[in-house]
């Protein structure tokens, strides 16, 4: 069994910051990646920012400069620093982990409940 707990969402005026956790815990062998997806209202999941195990970062265009995704290997925890929020960023935010099992080591894409996010102008 292995879980993603996330932690940090709520409602913030344009322009304000927000800090998302994410929290992978279970019978974890390794982390491949993580990451931070959001899903606004009428939309479709979209990439926000990923962190390799190496390090290597991606972001959505939409978030580049503003958003930043940092994470700790040795507690399997991702975190995500949203500055100068815009009500465009409003939408509910889910932590996604590529993730080797303990025992079997088998690949899993697990998925964290989610998290809103809501933005007011």
């Known amino acids: 069994q292995v879980q993603l707990v996330e932690s940090g969402g709520g409602l913030v005026q344009t322009g304000e910051s927000l800090r998302l956790s994410c929290a992978a815990s279970?019978?974890?062998?390794?982390?491949?990646?993580m990451g931070w997806y959001r899903q606004a209202p009428g939309k479709q999941r979209e990439l926000v920012a990923r962190?390799?195990?190496?390090?290597?970062?991606n972001y959505a265009d939409s978030v580049k400069g503003r958003f930043t995704i940092s994470r700790d290997n040795a507690k399997n925890t991702v975190h995500l620093q949203m500055n100068s929020l815009k009500p465009e960023d409003t939408a509910v935010y889910y932590c996604?982990?590529?993730?080797?099992?303990?025992?079997?080591?088998?690949?899993?894409?697990?998925w964290g409940q989610g998290t809103l996010v809501t933005v007011s102008s």
């Open positions: 996604n982990a590529n993730l080797e099992r303990y025992g079997d080591h088998r690949i899993l894409e697990v």
């Open positions: 279970g019978s974890i062998f390794s982390i491949n990646a």
């Open positions: 962190v390799t195990s190496g390090g290597r970062t």
